[in-house]
Structure formats: structure tokens, C-alpha cells
């Protein structure tokens, strides 16, 4: 198993906001974890990558516990994540934000980015920070994805994107994830993008996961869209 | 004309080497978010090593001093710093003033307060125009020039500068990306330590070395930091250079206090002005995001 | 109110402070007559420090003054009480200038450090280089004293009744507790009412005309007044007397100065230089282990004076004509060239509850905080029962009936339930009584420091100290975030009952969408910084681009 999660808990400070969180993941397997706002699923990849204050559980890869519980052990297994505030570096440039990336990817692979996302091509000499939303968004997904690695974990996908970038977005991730063999853990507000890039769907309930199984079969329930609706 | 020299030779002498100290503090204050107001102090750990050491050839002291600088920047940040970094604002601001009183009375008691001085190894004098001038004056300088202009290639066009701006830019993201922010802390504050050394030590042959040597040096330097957006590491020295240049030119009509006292006020004039410093760099930065 | 441990501690200091000199020789006397003016000097520093957060490294130029002040007056033969009033009078000047340049709402924290640095250390070269006046580095010659004791206890009289004026007309009045609000969250402070920087203007301008008010009691004690008066040396010391002794007491800082100052006398004669090295250490070692001081292991009791006030003050707010009680029209925010809010119109009358809904990123808390005054807008107009208030700072809206919550509770750590509720009252201007469910937070947990509180009722409290304003319009985020099932169940019976109680409109960021049911009034639904459906939740959730933009069908 590429990685596993084994009643993962977590939140910050005092507050608990996940508990008993558990799944496994095998390579190239994609995941989408939904629920309403504020049912603790930022806070769960938080807890996975080691940015949460609090932590219970135990987070294995590749079958061994971890190191030691930071993003940078994990980057150094070749799991990477791009949290919901895309987490660009703003005063880098847009090809210095890809270049760090291929600094400390986990293989070598040279994977071309910018063909997978033709509007940062023309813009690699300017700041991050002066992108627009969408750009920032696909050039932290550019930038995970030059990192080269087995398992990428996004937060929040299509937040605040017009239809038409999601659309190639989704069209990029579905890409990599099923010709490239990259494992996938994906949050999203979007139930039906998230389930057409993900083979399989947990849902999520004020911390706790209350529905998981595959996009088709969960897809086709109206009491589980029920979950997520308004 | 040759008044002109003189204060140009005079503005470009000061300004390196304020420009040395204030990249340091912002290096210091971008990185690990800290005002290091042991600034001055660790100049004079600088300018006390040479002294030390003065009997050594001066190119061999000067790189023993390096090498004392980066291992007091080292212990520095792990057996002080490193504690307080949760603890706020205000407690980094103390601790440093802490390790600065630490450092001013320990070379006091190692030392005594009396003055010290060593000599320059260039003894000579150089004529520019009608000018003359210390020949060791002129070296340093183009010395300092040279390591500054290495240093701001290395911070903006290799890849450890790379990692270094990210982790300012936003260090949990570097985090992902595999730069340990403890590490990169530790040697960011060692590096910055030995040049804020090696600029005492440079001037350490020009003036009189005293346990509070550093002092003077401080307020300038925050100034031209002060005046820099933040996190910007070309700002430092960039507002080094202009307030240098202000303060050789006041210095030129009024005594040093006053042309002090009348630069401080300008100061105040640009913080109320510009309360968040200003971009050197043509480009806008991000604006700020709540 | 005191505890009483640290009433008889301070009792037995007093009385010691008091009756030593019956017992000590002229000089003992004559070192701590010197340690009590410096520890009132403490105690001017702590003011801005250590009650008000205020960073100030260069506190020796207001005792400078005030020393100068008398120096010159004694030497050239003239009145000293008029050499005080000169010397309090420009640091109180200089020491509201400072800070006017330094604490606004958009400073770096740094500029503050910055300013004082330089302040203490110009101050110093200009006390050298000013010959005529203070004959530069040998200093003036102070006359000296003709009676030791007599002078003791003239410094003993002015240093108590200083701090005694301080202690019952700024720390144990509305303003010490604003201080201490200002502290501990300045944020939640300003939205509760208090105008944070003229708060911190008073108390540094307070804090230096104190010093300095030191500094001139302390000149007769000097053989001779030089530049180090004004300079980094004793502001350093300042800080550490403060550090150690402990911040935001009145005994810290008299025990910190009074034992470094007497200390340093008996252990410099055999130690010399490194008495200042090992000062430095204990330096360090206090902000590293004992960030509270001295004091502060023993004495942890109330924070701040009950100052509610009896029966109600507040006059009532006009009634309104009729029509809208908040308004936002056209409104358009951008950070870094993302457009957040785009155009966004929002109208709420008296006492209907909103709720606002859309998925993440669609703009819900840049609204409230462009609507509470936490951001300005880039362009459009909020009016609030008529008046435009769209420039108007965060704590006049609060005046002017409009409240809020955060996401995350923010509130005063380390104040206890009764505490918060003091300042909430205390901002308000009247005991406003609470609704039931809000009064038994107060009946239940009053001495509860907030960070034993449960999520739920951190939340409670914040709306609470909201209600405490008798607002208007209640801006609550998200209220029921990681509240547990039951909880969160309850939300919606409260919050309605709440708005019948208090008779204010209540606009709502929320998720839960059993809660938005059963709650709202209205619903609006945002999504990328637009309106795009408003009206009853069947209407809402029924409208095909709201489907839309929940469940992303594009």
C-alpha cells in the first residue's frame, strides 16, 4: 500500500476537528474526500501532511510509519500537496516556483509542465503573486506536479475558478492520474468534478467519514447527493 | 571639485559597509521574522576578533573571524533563538537585546572597556583627483562591493537563493517542498552572524574599538531596513545606500548630531508617509491579504 | 479584589520600603531611595509594555528628561519643580509623537522597536554634543543632598502617589482595562468598541510623562547627571528590571529595580564588569523561562477592575424611519487582483435574519469583514440605519450598533468568562442583561479562563460580548463550525430566541443547511463575489445556478 491512514485524528490548538479518520491507498488509486464546508476536510489533509497542531493516529507509506511527522519527510517519499490557499510564492517568479519544485522532486523526470498548462507558458517571467486566481491555482498544481510525485493531495481544486479553468484542470489531473500512475487524494466543493476524477468518494460529516465507496456506484444514490446539497 | 571627491569617497566608504550590515538584518528579519537588535553587538565581536587575533596576518584573522561568526550565529539560534520563536514578537526582540548585553559585557570583561585599535594592513594612500585617501579604505570597499554584489547573485540566481526567498516568501509551503525550516532558519542566522562580523572586522582598523562600538551602526541600519518593503533582501541595501547618502549629505552642512537628529525626522516623515516601506523593485509586489 | 498573598506581600514591601531607613546607613538609604525612583521608572515602562503591548526600547530618554530637567534647573539656580514640569511636559510631547508615528493601525510591529531604538540613541549624542545646556560628557554637577533621610522620604511620598494615582484613575478604570484589552487581542478589542490607537497614544504619552516624572525625583540622588541618563545602557536596564521583576504589576517593577539596583552595588564592587554579564544572562533566561517575571510566579490573580456599570446608561438609539437597518450597495474587494466581492447589494431590515450561504472562496467573510470594518472596501457604500460608514473605523460601528463574531472565537486569553463580559459591559456603557441561554454561560463558568471553555461555548461567549452592545445588526461567521451534533441542533432555536431577546437583525455565514432552515429568515446565496439568489431556502436551494454551483454541474 502506497499509503495508510490508520484512525488519523487532528485539529489545532484545543479543538479536535477530525477523528478516526482511516483508508488505504494503493498507487495510481485516486481518492476524493467531500462534505459540506467545515466538516474538517481541510483540517484532515492538514493532519496528513503534518501541518496540523494535533495529531493521533499513525500515517504509514509505502507500509513503514513515517520519520518524522513533517511535509518535508513526506516530500521526501514523494507525497506532495497543495493546500486550499494554492500556497504560491508570491514574489517568486512563475518559472522559480516550477524550478523549486524540480529541485527537490523525487525522481528524476523532467515531466513538461507548461504543456499541460499553456497560459503559464508565456507568463514564467512574472511574480506569482500578481497571477490571478486561476493561474495561481494551476501553477500550484504545476509546481506539485514537477515535484514528480506518487501521491498528490489538493485542497480544494476548483475554489473560486471559473468553469471553463476547471475544466482544463480536471482535464490535466485525469491525465496524469491515469496514464501517469499517480495517486490522487482530492477535496473539492465540487462533488460532480471531484467524482470524475476520483474512482472512489468518502464523505465527510462534522469530522467524521459517514459514506465512502466508488464515484459510480455513490454517484447514482440521491440519498447521498442528499449529503452534499443544499 | 575636490570637495565633491571627498564626499562622494566618504558616502561610497560608509555605505558599503552599512549596506554589509543592513543586508545582514534583513536577511535576519525576512527569514526568521526577528528584529535583531545584537545587531551592532555582533559587528563587535567582529572588530574584537581582529583584535585578538592581531598578530596573525590580517587575511588569516579576517577568515577566522568568518569562521567565529558562523559558529556564534550557530549557537546563537539553537540555544536562544530557536525557543523563542512561538513566544511572539516581543520576545525575540528581548532575547536578542538579551544576547546583545550578553555579548557587550562578556567582551568587556574579556576585554576591559579601555579603547583598542589595530592597524590597517594597507598603510598607504591613494590620490583620486585632488583627493587623498586611505588605500585600505578604497580596497574594502571594493571588497564589500564585490561580496555584496556575490551575495545578491547567489540569493537571486542559484538555487540555494531560490530556496532561501521561498522560505521567506512563505515557509510552511517550502516546508512541501522539502526545505526544513529549521535548518534553513539555523544557517540563514549563522550567515547572517559572520557578515554582520566580518563588517566589524573590516572597519575594525578605522576606528576605535570599544565594547559599544556597534551602536552607532545600529540605528542607520535599521533605517535602511525600515525603509525596505519587508522580506526584501536587494531592499536593505538599497535603502542602506540612501540613507548613507542622506546622512553624508547633512553631515556636509550640519554637525553629526544635528544631521542625525534631522534624519531621524525624516524617517518619522517616511513612516508616517509609508507606513509599510517601499518596493525598490519595478515590479508590484502583492499587495497584503487579510 | 486582590489576593490576599499579594496584598501582605506588598503590604510588608511598603511597610519595609517605609521604615528602612531607621535601620539602614545614609548610603544604604540614599541606594534605595535611588532603586524605588527607578523602580516608579519601571513602572512608567510597564505602562506601555507591560499593559499595553507596546514595544519601547528606548524608555531612558523620558527619565532623561525629566533628570535633565531638574539637573539644569539645580545647577543654574532656579526652581526645580519647574525644571520637572519642563522635562515631564517635552517627554509627555515627544512620547505622544512617537507613538502617533508608530502604533497606527498599519504599522509593522518593528517600527515601534525601530523608533525608540533610535530615539534613545540621538538622545544620547545630543545630550553630548549640547555643551551649553548639559555640559556634554562630564555631565552636571547636582548639588547634593542636605538630608539624606528627609529626601528619602520625599521620593518615598511622590513615587506612592504616582502609582497611587495611577492604580485609581487610569489601572483600575475603564481605561486600564481597555489597556489590557488592547494587550491581549487588539483585534477583538476594536471590534468591541475600543479605539485601539488613541488607547495606545494615552498610554505611551502616560508612560513617558511617568518616567520622566522618575527621572526627576532621581536627579538629587546623582553626584553628577550625563549623557547615560538618556541613553541605551539604562533603557536596557529598564527593560530588565521589568522583565525579571514581572510585567503588568505594581510590585514587579519596584522589586526588579529595587534588587537589581542594590544588587548591582553590592556585587559590582566584587565583581566588576561581569555583574553586567550576569545581568545579561538572567535576561535572557527570564524571557526564555519565567516570561512573566518574579511577580508573576506568585500573583496570578484578576486582570481587570469590575467596571460594569450600574443600571443603564446608554441612551436609546433613535427608532428607525422605517426601511433597511444595514445596507450594502455595489460593494467590490480585491486582493492581488482577484476580484472577491463583485458588486455585491445586501439589505437587511430590523430584526429579520439572514443567511448567507455559497460554497468556499465565494466571498461570505470578506463581506462581513468589509461590513464589520475589518477591511475596506474597494468601492461601494454600506449604510447602517442611514449613515455611511464605510470609512468609518470598526470601533465607531460598533458604537453605532453593529457587532460581530469571527470564525475562529477570537477573545482575550487568559481572562476569565466574568472578565470578557466586564469589557463588553464596560465598552457598552451598561449592564445589559443576557438572554437565558447566554445568562447561565455567565452563571456557570464567571471564573473560567476562556481556554477551558468548549468550542461551543467560546462561541457563546463571543456573541455574548456582541449582545452586550445592544447591537442592531449581529454579524455572526459561521457559528456553528466544529460545534458537535447537539450542539449545533440547538443553534437555531438559540439564535432566534436570541433575536426576539435582543430585537436585533442577525446576518449569518453558515454551512449547516438543517441550521440555514430552520433559522433564516432570508437566504442569500454568493458565489464568486455575487448574489445570485436571495429569498426563502426552498426558493434558494429549488434555483438551478445555486445546484449549480454546489454541485459544480457545468
Redesign the interface.
Given at each position: 500500500m502506497l499509503f495508510t491512514a490508520n484512525d488519523v485524528g487532528g485539529g489545532y490548538g484545543?479543538?479536535h476537528?477530525v477523528k478516526d479518520i482511516s483508508f488505504e491507498l494503493g498507487a495510481g488509486e485516486t481518492l476524493a474526500v467531500l462534505g459540506?464546508?467545515?466538516v474538517g476536510k481541510t483540517t484532515l489533509l492538514r493532519t496528513l501532511?503534518g501541518?496540523a497542531d494535533r495529531f493521533t493516529g499513525e500515517v504509514k507509506v509505502d507500509g513503514e510509519p513515517l520519520p518524522a511527522r513533517?511535509?518535508?519527510a513526506l516530500?521526501?517519499l514523494g507525497i506532495?500537496?497543495v493546500?486550499?490557499d494554492r500556497?504560491?510564492?508570491?514574489?517568486?517568479t512563475v518559472a522559480?516556483n516550477i524550478?523549486?519544485?524540480r529541485?527537490?522532486a523525487y525522481r528524476k523526470n523532467e515531466r513538461d509542465v507548461y504543456a499541460l498548462f499553456p497560459d503559464l507558458a508565456h507568463r514564467t517571467a512574472q511574480?506569482a503573486?500578481?497571477?490571478?486566481?486561476g493561474q495561481q491555482q494551476q501553477l500550484a498544481i504545476a509546481?506539485a506536479l514537477a515535484?514528480e510525485p506518487r501521491l498528490l493531495i489538493i485542497d480544494?481544486l476548483?475554489?473560486?475558478l471559473q468553469?471553463s479553468i476547471?475544466?482544463a484542470l480536471a482535464e490535466a489531473l485525469v491525465n496524469v492520474t491515469r496514464d501517469g500512475g499517480l495517486a490522487l487524494i482530492l477535496v473539492?466543493?465540487?462533488?460532480?468534478?471531484a467524482m470524475r476524477i476520483c474512482e472512489r468518494v468518502m464523505v465527510m460529516q462534522?469530522g467524521e467519514v459517514v459514506a465512502a465507496g466508488a464515484s459510480a456506484t455513490l454517484g447514482a444514490d440521491e440519498r447521498f447527493?442528499d449529503l452534499?446539497?443544499? | 571639485m575636490s570637495g565633491w571627491i571627498q564626499f562622494l569617497l566618504d558616502f561610497v566608504w560608509l555605505s558599503a559597509g552599512l549596506a554589509l550590515v543592513a543586508f545582514s538584518l534583513g536577511l535576519i528579519l525576512g527569514e526568521l521574522k526577528i528584529v535583531n537588535i545584537a545587531q551592532g553587538d555582533l559587528m563587535m565581536v567582529g572588530a574584537y576578533s581582529m583584535y585578538a587575533m592581531r598578530d596573525l596576518p590580517f587575511l588569516v584573522a579576517l577568515g577566522a573571524t568568518c569562521i567565529v561568526g558562523l559558529l556564534l550565529g550557530f549557537v546563537l539560534e539553537r540555544g536562544v533563538l530557536r525557543w523563542v520563536y512561538d513566544k511572539g514578537f516581543m520576545a525575540t526582540l528581548l532575547a536578542t537585546w538579551g544576547v546583545g548585553i550578553v555579548l557587550e559585557q562578556g567582551v568587556a570583561t574579556l576585554f576591559t572597556v579601555s579603547q583598542k585599535g589595530i592597524d590597517a594592513p594597507l598603510k598607504g594612500l591613494i590620490e583620486i583627483g585632488d583627493v587623498v585617501y586611505p588605500t585600505y579604505r578604497v580596497a574594502v570597499t571594493a571588497g564589500i562591493v564585490v561580496l555584496l554584489a556575490l551575495l545578491l547573485l547567489l540569493v537571486y540566481r542559484t538555487s540555494i537563493g531560490l530556496r532561501l526567498r521561498a522560505s521567506i516568501d512563505n515557509v510552511e509551503m517550502a516546508s512541501v517542498l522539502g526545505i526544513s525550516p529549521q535548518r534553513t532558519f539555523a544557517m540563514v542566522f549563522s550567515v547572517a552572524t559572520a557578515l554582520a562580523v566580518l563588517a566589524g572586522a573590516l572597519i575594525a582598523p578605522t576606528i576605535a574599538i570599544n565594547p559599544t562600538l556597534g551602536l552607532s551602526f545600529l540605528a542607520p541600519a535599521f533605517f535602511a531596513v525600515l525603509i525596505s518593503k519587508p522580506g526584501s533582501l536587494a531592499g536593505p541595501v538599497v535603502g542602506a545606500v540612501a540613507v548613507e547618502f542622506t546622512f553624508t549629505l547633512l553631515q556636509a552642512y550640519f554637525n553629526i548630531t544635528i544631521a542625525e537628529s534631522v534624519l531621524f525626522g525624516l524617517l518619522a516623515l517616511f513612516i508616517v508617509l509609508k507606513p509599510q516601506g517601499i518596493s525598490w523593485s519595478w515590479k508590484p509586489a502583492r499587495e497584503e491579504t487579510s | 479584589m486582590v489576593p490576599a498573598a499579594s496584598s501582605i506581600i506588598g503590604f510588608i514591601l511598603f511597610a519595609a520600603a517605609g521604615l528602612c531607613p531607621l535601620f539602614l546607613s545614609e548610603f544604604k538609604v540614599g541606594l534605595i531611595g535611588l532603586g524605588l525612583t527607578y523602580g516608579l521608572f519601571a513602572i512608567g515602562l510597564d505602562l506601555a509594555w507591560g499593559r499595553t503591548g507596546i514595544v519601547s526600547i528606548g524608555q531612558a530618554v523620558f527619565f532623561g528628561l525629566g533628570t535633565y530637567g531638574v539637573a539644569i534647573a539645580l545647577v543654574r539656580h532656579g526652581s526645580a519643580p519647574f525644571g520637572a514640569a519642563i522635562g515631564i511636559a517635552l517627554a509627555g510631547i515627544l512620547g505622544a509623537f512617537i507613538a502617533a508615528v508608530g502604533l497606527r493601525r498599519v504599522s509593522n510591529p518593528s517600527t515601534m522597536a525601530v523608533l525608540t531604538l533610535a530615539t534613545t540613541l540621538l538622545a544620547e549624542k545630543v545630550a553630548r554634543d549640547w555643551w551649553s545646556l548639559t555640559n556634554g560628557s562630564s555631565g552636571l554637577y547636582v548639588p547634593p543632598l542636605t538630608s539624606t533621610y528627609f529626601y528619602y522620604y520625599v521620593c518615598f511620598v511622590a513615587t506612592t502617589g504616582v502609582v497611587g494615582l495611577l492604580w485609581f484613575f487610569v489601572l483600575r478604570r475603564p481605561l486600564g482595562n481597555r489597556l489590557t484589552a488592547i494587550r491581549l487581542n487588539d483585534r477583538r478589542a476594536e471590534h468591541l468598541g475600543i479605539p485601539i490607537f488613541r488607547e495606545r497614544v494615552v498610554a505611551f504619552t502616560l508612560s513617558a510623562m511617568v518616567s520622566a516624572i522618575a527621572g526627576c525625583l532621581s536627579a538629587p540622588w546623582m553626584s553628577s547627571v550625563s549623557p547615560d541618563r538618556v541613553g541605551i545602557l539604562l533603557s536596557t536596564q529598564v527593560l530588565v528590571w521589568v522583565a525579571v521583576g514581572g510585567r503588568a504589576t505594581l510590585l514587579g517593577p519596584f522589586v526588579g529595580a529595587v534588587a537589581l539596583t542594590y544588587g548591582q552595588d553590592v556585587l559590582a564592587s566584587s565583581m566588576g564588569e561581569s555583574y553586567l554579564l550576569l545581568l545579561g544572562v538572567l535576561f535572557i533566561l527570564s524571557v526564555l523561562l519565567i516570561p512573566n517575571g518574579i511577580a508573576g510566579l506568585f500573583f496570578t490573580g484578576p486582570q481587570l477592575t469590575d467596571t460594569t456599570p450600574v443600571g443603564g446608561t446608554l441612551p436609546p438609539r433613535p427608532p428607525l424611519a422605517g426601511g433597511d437597518v444595514l445596507a450594502a450597495e455595489a460593494i467590490v474587494k480585491r486582493f492581488a487582483g482577484n476580484t472577491v466581492l463583485d458588486g455585491v447589494d445586501l439589505r437587511i431590515k430590523p430584526r429579520e435574519i439572514v443567511c448567507l450561504i455559497g460554497p468556499n472562496g465565494a466571498g461570505k467573510t470578506t463581506l462581513i469583514n468589509v461590513l464589520s470594518g475589518a477591511i475596506d472596501c474597494d468601492s461601494g457604500s454600506v449604510t447602517l440605519r442611514g449613515e455611511h460608514i464605510e470609512r468609518t473605523p470598526p470601533d465607531r460601528r460598533v458604537a453605532a450598533g453593529l457587532a460581530r463574531t469571527f470564525q475562529v472565537p477570537s477573545l482575550f486569553p487568559g481572562l476569565t468568562v466574568a472578565e470578557h463580559l466586564i469589557l463588553a459591559r464596560q465598552e457598552a456603557g451598561m449592564a445589559t442583561p443576557l438572554p437565558e441561554a447566554y445568562a447561565r454561560l455567565e452563571r456557570e463558568h464567571a471564573g473560567l479562563r476562556v481556554e477551558m471553555l468548549s468550542l461551543s461555548d467560546r462561541r457563546s461567549l463571543e456573541i455574548a460580548m456582541a449582545l452586550c452592545s445592544r447591537p442592531d445588526v449581529l454579524l455572526l461567521d459561521e457559528p456553528a463550525a466544529g460545534l458537535a451534533r447537539n450542539d449545533a441542533g440547538a443553534l437555531a432555536k438559540t439564535l432566534r430566541a436570541l433575536r426576539d431577546h435582543a430585537g436585533c437583525a442577525i446576518v449569518c455565514v453558515e454551512h449547516d443547511m438543517e441550521i440555514v432552515r430552520d433559522l433564516a429568515d432570508r437566504v442569500v446565496c454568493l458565489h464568486h463575489g455575487r448574489v445570485i439568489s436571495e429569498g426563502t431556502m426552498d426558493h434558494v436551494s429549488a434555483n438551478a445556478e445555486v445546484r449549480r454551483a454546489y454541485l459544480g454541474l457545468v
Amino acid at each position: 500500500m502506497l499509503f495508510t491512514a490508520n484512525d488519523v485524528g487532528g485539529g489545532y490548538g484545543a479543538i479536535h476537528i477530525v477523528k478516526d479518520i482511516s483508508f488505504e491507498l494503493g498507487a495510481g488509486e485516486t481518492l476524493a474526500v467531500l462534505g459540506r464546508n467545515g466538516v474538517g476536510k481541510t483540517t484532515l489533509l492538514r493532519t496528513l501532511v503534518g501541518l496540523a497542531d494535533r495529531f493521533t493516529g499513525e500515517v504509514k507509506v509505502d507500509g513503514e510509519p513515517l520519520p518524522a511527522r513533517s511535509p518535508r519527510a513526506l516530500a521526501q517519499l514523494g507525497i506532495t500537496y497543495v493546500p486550499d490557499d494554492r500556497g504560491v510564492f508570491p514574489r517568486l517568479t512563475v518559472a522559480e516556483n516550477i524550478e523549486l519544485a524540480r529541485l527537490s522532486a523525487y525522481r528524476k523526470n523532467e515531466r513538461d509542465v507548461y504543456a499541460l498548462f499553456p497560459d503559464l507558458a508565456h507568463r514564467t517571467a512574472q511574480p506569482a503573486g500578481t497571477l490571478s486566481g486561476g493561474q495561481q491555482q494551476q501553477l500550484a498544481i504545476a509546481r506539485a506536479l514537477a515535484t514528480e510525485p506518487r501521491l498528490l493531495i489538493i485542497d480544494e481544486l476548483s475554489q473560486g475558478l471559473q468553469p471553463s479553468i476547471v475544466q482544463a484542470l480536471a482535464e490535466a489531473l485525469v491525465n496524469v492520474t491515469r496514464d501517469g500512475g499517480l495517486a490522487l487524494i482530492l477535496v473539492d466543493q465540487n462533488p460532480n468534478l471531484a467524482m470524475r476524477i476520483c474512482e472512489r468518494v468518502m464523505v465527510m460529516q462534522r469530522g467524521e467519514v459517514v459514506a465512502a465507496g466508488a464515484s459510480a456506484t455513490l454517484g447514482a444514490d440521491e440519498r447521498f447527493l442528499d449529503l452534499l446539497i443544499v | 571639485m575636490s570637495g565633491w571627491i571627498q564626499f562622494l569617497l566618504d558616502f561610497v566608504w560608509l555605505s558599503a559597509g552599512l549596506a554589509l550590515v543592513a543586508f545582514s538584518l534583513g536577511l535576519i528579519l525576512g527569514e526568521l521574522k526577528i528584529v535583531n537588535i545584537a545587531q551592532g553587538d555582533l559587528m563587535m565581536v567582529g572588530a574584537y576578533s581582529m583584535y585578538a587575533m592581531r598578530d596573525l596576518p590580517f587575511l588569516v584573522a579576517l577568515g577566522a573571524t568568518c569562521i567565529v561568526g558562523l559558529l556564534l550565529g550557530f549557537v546563537l539560534e539553537r540555544g536562544v533563538l530557536r525557543w523563542v520563536y512561538d513566544k511572539g514578537f516581543m520576545a525575540t526582540l528581548l532575547a536578542t537585546w538579551g544576547v546583545g548585553i550578553v555579548l557587550e559585557q562578556g567582551v568587556a570583561t574579556l576585554f576591559t572597556v579601555s579603547q583598542k585599535g589595530i592597524d590597517a594592513p594597507l598603510k598607504g594612500l591613494i590620490e583620486i583627483g585632488d583627493v587623498v585617501y586611505p588605500t585600505y579604505r578604497v580596497a574594502v570597499t571594493a571588497g564589500i562591493v564585490v561580496l555584496l554584489a556575490l551575495l545578491l547573485l547567489l540569493v537571486y540566481r542559484t538555487s540555494i537563493g531560490l530556496r532561501l526567498r521561498a522560505s521567506i516568501d512563505n515557509v510552511e509551503m517550502a516546508s512541501v517542498l522539502g526545505i526544513s525550516p529549521q535548518r534553513t532558519f539555523a544557517m540563514v542566522f549563522s550567515v547572517a552572524t559572520a557578515l554582520a562580523v566580518l563588517a566589524g572586522a573590516l572597519i575594525a582598523p578605522t576606528i576605535a574599538i570599544n565594547p559599544t562600538l556597534g551602536l552607532s551602526f545600529l540605528a542607520p541600519a535599521f533605517f535602511a531596513v525600515l525603509i525596505s518593503k519587508p522580506g526584501s533582501l536587494a531592499g536593505p541595501v538599497v535603502g542602506a545606500v540612501a540613507v548613507e547618502f542622506t546622512f553624508t549629505l547633512l553631515q556636509a552642512y550640519f554637525n553629526i548630531t544635528i544631521a542625525e537628529s534631522v534624519l531621524f525626522g525624516l524617517l518619522a516623515l517616511f513612516i508616517v508617509l509609508k507606513p509599510q516601506g517601499i518596493s525598490w523593485s519595478w515590479k508590484p509586489a502583492r499587495e497584503e491579504t487579510s | 479584589m486582590v489576593p490576599a498573598a499579594s496584598s501582605i506581600i506588598g503590604f510588608i514591601l511598603f511597610a519595609a520600603a517605609g521604615l528602612c531607613p531607621l535601620f539602614l546607613s545614609e548610603f544604604k538609604v540614599g541606594l534605595i531611595g535611588l532603586g524605588l525612583t527607578y523602580g516608579l521608572f519601571a513602572i512608567g515602562l510597564d505602562l506601555a509594555w507591560g499593559r499595553t503591548g507596546i514595544v519601547s526600547i528606548g524608555q531612558a530618554v523620558f527619565f532623561g528628561l525629566g533628570t535633565y530637567g531638574v539637573a539644569i534647573a539645580l545647577v543654574r539656580h532656579g526652581s526645580a519643580p519647574f525644571g520637572a514640569a519642563i522635562g515631564i511636559a517635552l517627554a509627555g510631547i515627544l512620547g505622544a509623537f512617537i507613538a502617533a508615528v508608530g502604533l497606527r493601525r498599519v504599522s509593522n510591529p518593528s517600527t515601534m522597536a525601530v523608533l525608540t531604538l533610535a530615539t534613545t540613541l540621538l538622545a544620547e549624542k545630543v545630550a553630548r554634543d549640547w555643551w551649553s545646556l548639559t555640559n556634554g560628557s562630564s555631565g552636571l554637577y547636582v548639588p547634593p543632598l542636605t538630608s539624606t533621610y528627609f529626601y528619602y522620604y520625599v521620593c518615598f511620598v511622590a513615587t506612592t502617589g504616582v502609582v497611587g494615582l495611577l492604580w485609581f484613575f487610569v489601572l483600575r478604570r475603564p481605561l486600564g482595562n481597555r489597556l489590557t484589552a488592547i494587550r491581549l487581542n487588539d483585534r477583538r478589542a476594536e471590534h468591541l468598541g475600543i479605539p485601539i490607537f488613541r488607547e495606545r497614544v494615552v498610554a505611551f504619552t502616560l508612560s513617558a510623562m511617568v518616567s520622566a516624572i522618575a527621572g526627576c525625583l532621581s536627579a538629587p540622588w546623582m553626584s553628577s547627571v550625563s549623557p547615560d541618563r538618556v541613553g541605551i545602557l539604562l533603557s536596557t536596564q529598564v527593560l530588565v528590571w521589568v522583565a525579571v521583576g514581572g510585567r503588568a504589576t505594581l510590585l514587579g517593577p519596584f522589586v526588579g529595580a529595587v534588587a537589581l539596583t542594590y544588587g548591582q552595588d553590592v556585587l559590582a564592587s566584587s565583581m566588576g564588569e561581569s555583574y553586567l554579564l550576569l545581568l545579561g544572562v538572567l535576561f535572557i533566561l527570564s524571557v526564555l523561562l519565567i516570561p512573566n517575571g518574579i511577580a508573576g510566579l506568585f500573583f496570578t490573580g484578576p486582570q481587570l477592575t469590575d467596571t460594569t456599570p450600574v443600571g443603564g446608561t446608554l441612551p436609546p438609539r433613535p427608532p428607525l424611519a422605517g426601511g433597511d437597518v444595514l445596507a450594502a450597495e455595489a460593494i467590490v474587494k480585491r486582493f492581488a487582483g482577484n476580484t472577491v466581492l463583485d458588486g455585491v447589494d445586501l439589505r437587511i431590515k430590523p430584526r429579520e435574519i439572514v443567511c448567507l450561504i455559497g460554497p468556499n472562496g465565494a466571498g461570505k467573510t470578506t463581506l462581513i469583514n468589509v461590513l464589520s470594518g475589518a477591511i475596506d472596501c474597494d468601492s461601494g457604500s454600506v449604510t447602517l440605519r442611514g449613515e455611511h460608514i464605510e470609512r468609518t473605523p470598526p470601533d465607531r460601528r460598533v458604537a453605532a450598533g453593529l457587532a460581530r463574531t469571527f470564525q475562529v472565537p477570537s477573545l482575550f486569553p487568559g481572562l476569565t468568562v466574568a472578565e470578557h463580559l466586564i469589557l463588553a459591559r464596560q465598552e457598552a456603557g451598561m449592564a445589559t442583561p443576557l438572554p437565558e441561554a447566554y445568562a447561565r454561560l455567565e452563571r456557570e463558568h464567571a471564573g473560567l479562563r476562556v481556554e477551558m471553555l468548549s468550542l461551543s461555548d467560546r462561541r457563546s461567549l463571543e456573541i455574548a460580548m456582541a449582545l452586550c452592545s445592544r447591537p442592531d445588526v449581529l454579524l455572526l461567521d459561521e457559528p456553528a463550525a466544529g460545534l458537535a451534533r447537539n450542539d449545533a441542533g440547538a443553534l437555531a432555536k438559540t439564535l432566534r430566541a436570541l433575536r426576539d431577546h435582543a430585537g436585533c437583525a442577525i446576518v449569518c455565514v453558515e454551512h449547516d443547511m438543517e441550521i440555514v432552515r430552520d433559522l433564516a429568515d432570508r437566504v442569500v446565496c454568493l458565489h464568486h463575489g455575487r448574489v445570485i439568489s436571495e429569498g426563502t431556502m426552498d426558493h434558494v436551494s429549488a434555483n438551478a445556478e445555486v445546484r449549480r454551483a454546489y454541485l459544480g454541474l457545468v
